[in-house]
């Protein structure tokens, strides 16, 4: 059983992304797979400061005290990583960004914990447009740097407005991601 943490950088709590996550949900959970979902858009997440003064004995490692030390403790232990969010200008949303900014913070201390470890890692990106260059270029990259594995992406372009994804094949796809996680 692995420990999946998703967080999803939409502030639509029913658009296109969050149809996305639910079918990976439910895939993974017919595995037994234990997840912790993250609604960034309503949480309390200020941007990295870049003081470098974070440690990740603590148990929450930011110098900043908010809402990601909800996040932290579920980074720590978790076997896959899924960043869901719509495409924003050829990139993933502010919301999630920011997320992934502040988790430097795991970075610094004596070991390194978000780096390696075998984990995995999954993007759920749903945009009106079709051009994913830029996003997947970052999102490579940035499980490239992080020493994780990724297990797939689902790309789900031709979806501006909520309900426009319903009845598509990416929700199958999303569904079957979530389902192939061991």
């Known amino acids: 059983m692995s420990k999946i943490v998703i967080l999803n950088g939409s502030p639509r709590k029913n658009g296109n992304t969050a149809a996305l996550v639910r079918e990976f949900i439910k895939g993974a959970e017919e595995n037994g797979h234990e ?8 949480m309390n997440i200020h ?25 932290y403790p579920h980074v720590r232990d978790c076997n896959v990583i899924v960043l869901a969010s719509p495409m ?15 988790l430097f913070a795991l970075e610094e201390g004596y070991v ?6 075998g984990r995995g890692s999954v993007l759920l990106m749903p945009a009106f ?4 260059d830029a996003c997947a270029f970052y999102y490579k990259n940035l499980a490239k740097n992080l ?5 797939g992406w689902v790309l789900a372009g031709g979806n501006c407005m909520i309900g426009d994804i319903n009845g598509k094949s990416v929700l199958k796809e999303a569904y079957e991601l979530g389902k192939s996680i061991k």
């Open 129 to 132: 447009e079709h051009d994913y």
């Open 147 to 151: 020493g994780w594995k990724d297990l």
């Open 88 to 102: 924003y200008y050829w990139n993933i949303s502010g919301y999630l960004k920011t997320c992934i900014d502040r």
């Open 35 to 42: 997840i912790h979902h993250f609604q960034l858009s309503d």
């Open 112 to 117: 390194n914990i978000l780096r390696g470890h």
């Open 47 to 71: 941007g990295c400061i870049s003081c470098y003064r974070g440690n990740n004995s603590r148990e929450c490692p930011c110098t900043q005290q908010d809402d990601m030390n909800k996040i």
